[in-house]
């Protein structure tokens, strides 16, 4: 075991912190979640100012999610190596880019209509000659996009919780989280560049 591990591991656990940081992130999970499904309603879009327009914003989503899942693996073997204080420094960038990916994520998608997969004329409606034009591709697409929406939205508070734990140093517990968590954000955030990739056709 390296120094700079057992240095790390010898710190005392912060339970008061940490308790009231799972109080603060069940808030913004319950939040975010409350967005998310908000912004899918076309009631509900902002409209922009004159010469505004977010629609820059989708391969910024992609770089990202591709910043997060860098700076996961580069937290995975820093941890592995006992190179503690790069492994927290990666997953500080890991959750800082997110943080960034959910608000320009969110902006986007409350001032633009969804583009949907296939749709190649650009008039929010798949007809019958566009999905045969897509084929088999369509179900793969919907698979990732799917699993990545619902695993992104499962995840999101167990993420914070491993973070918490790491953070009050609570160790056993944030490895205990992190050994299931970890894959789970890495799949969301390689996924999301995928689908930006399949979509980017039809934007």
């Known amino acids: 075991m390296s120094d700079e591990r057992k240095d790390w591991l010898s710190r005392p656990p ?3 912190l940490s308790k009231k940081l799972k109080i603060v992130a069940w808030i913004l999970t319950g939040a975010v979640l409350v967005l998310v499904g908000l912004m899918r309603r076309p009631e509900l879009r902002i409209p922009l100012p004159e010469g505004w327009s977010f629609d ?3 391969p910024v989503h992609a770089a990202l999610n591709t910043g997060v899942s860098i700076a996961l693996v580069v937290a995975l073997m820093a941890v592995k190596q006992g190179k503690i204080a790069l492994h927290r420094n990666a997953i500080y960038a890991a959750m800082a880019l997110s943080i960034a990916f959910l608000l320009c994520y969110v902006a986007y998608h409350f001032t633009n209509a969804e583009v949907l997969f296939g749709d190649l004329n650009r008039d929010g409606v798949l007809d019958d000659a566009e999905r045969a034009a897509v084929g088999g591709v369509r179900p793969v697409y ?3 996009l799917i699993s990545h929406i619902v695993l992104a939205g499962v995840s999101l508070p167990c ?3 491993t973070f ?3 953070f009050t140093n609570r ?3 944030h490895r205990r989280l992190a050994k299931w968590v970890f894959p789970l954000w890495l799949y969301v955030a390689v996924t999301g560049p995928i689908c930006y990739l399949m979509l980017k056709p039809y934007y």
């Open 171 to 173: 160790f056993a517990a």
């Open 56 to 58: 820059f914003l989708p």
């Open 164 to 166: 918490i734990a790491g």
């Open 14 to 16: 912060q339970e008061r």
């Open 142 to 144: 919907l698979f990732l």
């Open 159 to 161: 993420i914070l919780m």
